[in-house]
C-alpha cells in the first residue's frame, strides 16, 4: 500500500529565505506526483506535476524534484514571500491496481514571516 | 482555466437527513472525484466516477452514494447524516486525456459540512 510522507510538518521562515519541502513515498511504481498548495478552509490549487519519466519541473519561483528510485520529491521555493504562507501538499499516483486515484500526504504548513 | 465548482461553502444539516453535496466542472473531463479532508487524517478518497453513469468505490465509500448523470455534474449524497460526517468534502476532476498517466487533479474550493 502506498503511504506518502512529508516532513517537516509545519515550517516558519522570514521573508527572502529559499526553501525546501520534502515529499517521500512508498511504492516507486508511480505515474506522476503533484504537488498542491492550500490556503485555509479552501480547496487544493494544482501547483505541479512531475511525470515519473520526469527529474523536475518549474513554474516561477517554484521548483519540484522527482527522484523515483529512492522514493522522494522535493518542492523548492525561492525568495519566499508572505503570500507564499499555505499548506502544500504532495500526492503520487499509482501505476498499478487502483491507478486512477492519488494517494496524499498529510502536508506541510507553511509561514513565512514580513 | 479549469473551472470545478461546488454549489455550497457552509452547509448544516441534522442527524437523520439525506444531505446532497453537488459539483460542476466546466471543462468537458471524464474523471471526477469526491475526497473528504480531516485534521489528522488528511484526504481520504469517498468515490470516483470515470463517466457518465459510471462509478468505483474510494476508500471510505461507508454512508455514501453518488450520482453522474451528465458528464459535467458529480453529486455526493449522505443517505442518512450522522455527526461522523461532519468534515471538507472536496470535489475535482480530471481530464482523461491521450496519455493517462499525465494529467492534473484540478479541486473545487470544498464545502465545509455540519451534521447535527
Known amino acids: 500500500k502506498q503511504e506518502v510522507t512529508q516532513i517537516p510538518a509545519a515550517l516558519s521562515v522570514p521573508e527572502g529565505e529559499n526553501l525546501v519541502l520534502n515529499c517521500s513515498f512508498t511504492?516507486?511504481?508511480?505515474?506522476?506526483l503533484q504537488w498542491f498548495r492550500q490556503d485555509p478552509g479552501k480547496g487544493l490549487t494544482s501547483l505541479l506535476l512531475i511525470q515519473s519519466s520526469q527529474r523536475e519541473q518549474t513554474s516561477g519561483r517554484l521548483n519540484a524534484s522527482l527522484d523515483k528510485s529512492s522514493g522522494r520529491s522535493t518542492l523548492y521555493i525561492a525568495a519566499s514571500q508572505p503570500g507564499d504562507s499555505a499548506t502544500y501538499l504532495c500526492?503520487?499516483?499509482?501505476?498499478?491496481?487502483?491507478?486512477?486515484?492519488?494517494?496524499f500526504g498529510k502536508g506541510t504548513l507553511l509561514t513565512v514571516n514580513p | 482555466d479549469v473551472k470545478v465548482t461546488q454549489s455550497s461553502r457552509y452547509l448544516v444539516k441534522r442527524t437523520g437527513e439525506k444531505v446532497f453535496l453537488e459539483c460542476v466542472q466546466d471543462?468537458?473531463?471524464?474523471?471526477m472525484f469526491w475526497y473528504r479532508q480531516d485534521p489528522g487524517l488528511g484526504l481520504r478518497l469517498i468515490y470516483f466516477s470515470y463517466d457518465v453513469k459510471m462509478k468505483e468505490k474510494g476508500d471510505i465509500p461507508e454512508g455514501y452514494s453518488v450520482s453522474r448523470e451528465k458528464k459535467e455534474r458529480f453529486s455526493l449524497i449522505l443517505e442518512s447524516a450522522s455527526t461522523n460526517q461532519t468534515s471538507m468534502y472536496l470535489c475535482a476532476s480530471r481530464d482523461r486525456g491521450d496519455r493517462v498517466s499525465n494529467q492534473p487533479q484540478h479541486f473545487g474550493d470544498g464545502t465545509r459540512l455540519s451534521i447535527l
Open positions: 471543462m468537458d473531463h471524464e474523471n
Open positions: 500526492a503520487v499516483r499509482v501505476s498499478g491496481g487502483s491507478n486512477y486515484k492519488l494517494t
Open positions: 511504492d516507486s511504481a508511480i505515474y506522476n
